[in-house]
């Protein structure tokens, strides 16, 4: 047999050779095989019968010779009209392609098209990849910073939208050369840059749900605490130009993914998010130093009056982005110029819930479709006016803002305001008591505190479990947990209830919610969850699945090592009562009579927040697993250490 082996293996060598010899220059250029012609052409020429619009793929180049992916959908028949662009990571070809079809209303995807609007408005529509991203060149940066101390190059996300939007008005023939910028979400951030650096052609932006600071309270952290259920997001976003990295789950509850990790550095450690450049810098600064607050989108446009009139729009039940447009508007109201040119739009809404059909909100109904209003009473005149040549009259408020509980649209001059004529809200301590009850009266006496041990072993679900992923696919319900029943939670034992008596009279809030919690702890670090709770009846007529609901109305955690500064975190004191401030996310919401006011305290929100080991550690990313330690928590009612929510309630109107 071996014998064998080896003359097979030189009769291949010699075969070998014979076919490499060289041969006659004729038999060189003979096929070896008969051709057969590809049934795919070179170039394929997609049909044009019947459609509505024009689809045009083009590349436009950037000042730096980058060139950006760019989709541009012409109505046909079109003349003279404004341009809709929004500027985008998430696939320019994918949001103009929802369903192959010759009308352009069916190509639109939902997110960040307010269809109805953008084809009954007779818009062109233009959506571009950001650079770095899907068909665009150039370099990925997640919300790429301005030019300056944190990004040397001269180019940043208001010049690309810029040199976008020169090109479109000098090449596009059917526009009347006024553009309007809008997008949601990380597309809102997009849409609020190129307020920094205007081209003369841009006449209106609308950042709805935009991300703007994302350690103080949008995508990344809550005051300190950081959002570990986004690192699939993260990874996805960045590990890859097309996004085709996927996150890989080893759990259906991801509860116990992330509680087994340990600590979210460890999890990224097992997923190689090393890799990832924008991680390593989220690991790096857990505190809210220079690389946060110097490209915090309120805090730059604070600095220059509005070029354009803007129109922000906010969620009232924001589980992405809760902070930012409520941030961008105090910014910009400081400055008494933007009057006339800056506007609000509060809305009942889950992130970007105004673009879709909007009647409810988990087991919430508004008794009637709050997005279309949006979209056709507040977004199409206001666009008309600014885009359309005629500039149609416009009658839109100041700030348009719905009231939740009573279920109606308010028009407003101004925000926080909480009747037509701008009575101001007024700060009314609400006091945690005795024998878990809230009233507006301080403690007289008491016992001084309540008390519950945090275990870092058991940590507070964020919502009832199993806990599912970030999400949009329909058998996910991430867009409404901030409208979760919390009776799940409120009869813990490591989570603290305090509750008003029945309303006998409709109380108004509108503004942001003060916490200010005296508390203390045995450990050296603590969190700190605070949430202002709608309780209905025992029973509601016609909604009986509402009997007893513990509605959300604000909710919000904070860091307790950041207790002194946002920037330099420090070890908290033990057994010491100290205060903890921290502002709730913007309430427009009546307490009806019957219904109860609810408070509830806890130190975990888990897995959307990563748990706090509550010893103090540098870093928390880093924590190792004996950190992480039992701490018995104090809440103090008592006469000089009182605890309390300071509402912002509105008296009745003259």
């Not at 795919?40 to 997609?46: D, E, G, K, R």
């Not at 994918?94 to 079809?101: G, H």
């Not at 359309?388 to 407003?412: H, I, Y």
């Not at 509605?551 to 004191?573: C, H, K, N, W």
Request: with cysteine; hydrophobic share 35%.
């Amino acid at each position: 047999m071996a014998l064998s082996v080896r003359w097979l293996s030189a009769s291949a060598v010699l075969l070998s050779v014979a076919l490499l010899a060289p041969r006659h220059a004729s038999a060189q250029s003979a096929p070896l095989y008969p051709n057969y012609p590809s049934e795919t052409p070179a170039v394929f020429q997609p049909p044009t019968y019947g459609m509505d619009y024009e689809r045009r793929v083009v590349m436009i180049p950037m000042r730096d010779g980058v060139k950006l992916h760019t989709v541009i959908l012409v109505p046909k028949g079109a003349k003279h009209e404004g341009i809709l662009l929004t500027r985008t990571p998430y696939s320019a070809d994918v949001l103009t392609a929802n369903t192959p079809s010759v009308h352009l209303g069916t190509s639109l995807y939902g997110y960040d098209n307010a269809t109805e609007t953008i084809v009954e408005g007779g818009y062109i529509r233009v959506v571009q990849d950001i650079r770095g991203k899907y068909g665009s060149e150039g370099d990925y940066v997640m919300n790429r910073p301005f030019h300056g101390p944190l990004n040397p190059t001269p180019v940043d996300e208001s010049t690309d939208t810029y040199d976008t939007i020169d090109w479109l008005i000098k090449h596009v023939p059917e526009t009347n050369g006024k553009v309007g910028v809008l997008g949601i979400s990380y597309d809102g951030f997009l849409s609020l840059t190129p307020l920094v650096h205007p081209h003369p052609a841009l006449k209106v932006v609308v950042p709805m749900n935009p991300m703007v600071d994302g350690w103080r309270g949008d995508d990344w952290f809550h005051n300190g605490a950081f959002r570990q259920q986004n690192m699939p997001y993260i990874y996805e976003q960045t590990a890859t130009r097309g996004n085709e990295a996927h996150w890989l789950s080893s759990n259906f509850d991801d509860y116990d993914m992330y509680m087994r990790a340990g600590s979210a550095g460890e999890l990224g450690k097992q997923r190689n998010m090393d890799q990832i450049g924008f991680w390593k810098k989220v690991t790096e600064h857990p505190a809210y130093d220079s690389f946060w607050s110097d490209q915090a989108m309120d805090r730059i446009l604070a600095e220059r009056p509005l070029p354009v009139p803007t129109m922000l729009v906010s969620s009232l039940w924001d589980q992405e982005d809760i902070y930012g447009a409520m941030a961008v508007y105090k910014a910009l109201k400081a400055r008494p110029e933007n009057d006339g040119k800056l506007f609000l739009v509060i809305g009942p809404w889950h992130h970007g819930q105004e673009i879709e059909e909007a009647s409810s909100l988990g087991a919430i109904k508004f008794h009637s479709d709050t997005g279309l209003y949006f979209r056709e009473q507040i977004l199409a005149p206001f666009l008309a006016h600014y885009l359309k040549d005629d500039a149609p009259a416009m009658n839109v408020s100041p700030v348009t803002a719905f009231v939740t509980g009573e279920d109606k649209w308010e028009r407003l001059k101004t925000w926080p305001s909480g009747c037509q004529d701008g009575c101001t809200p007024k700060a009314t301590p609400l006091y945690l008591e005795t024998r878990s009850e809230l009233a507006f009266t301080p403690p007289a006496n008491g016992n001084g505190f309540d008390e519950y041990v945090s275990d870092p072993a058991k940590p507070v679900p964020f919502r009832t479990r199993p806990n599912q992923p970030v999400g949009y696919t329909p058998n996910l319900s991430w867009v409404r947990w901030l409208v979760d029943d919390q009776r799940e939670f409120s009869g813990r034992p490591d989570v603290l209830s305090y509750t008003t008596e029945p309303l006998t009279a409709p109380l108004k809030i509108s503004g942001e919610p003060i916490a200010n919690l005296i508390a203390s702890t045995t450990g050296t670090d603590a969190d700190w969850v605070v949430k202002l709770i709608d309780v209905y009846p025992d029973e509601v007529a016609g909604q009986p699945e509402l009997g007893g609901y513990q509605l959300p109305v604000a909710m919000d955690i904070f860091r307790g090592r950041y207790r002194e500064s946002l920037s330099s975190p420090q070890a908290i004191t033990p057994n010491t009562p100290l205060l903890y401030k921290f502002a709730l996310p913007t309430a427009n919401h009546v307490f009806l009579p019957g219904h109860r006011i609810m408070v509830q305290v806890q130190s975990s929100w888990f897995p959307l927040y990563d748990r706090n080991p509550q010893t103090f550690v540098p870093n928390i990313f880093f924590a190792r697993p004996g950190d992480y330690q039992k701490a018995t928590e104090r809440i103090y009612h008592a006469p000089g250490e009182a605890s309390f929510i300071d509402l912002p309630v509105v008296t009745a109107e003259p």
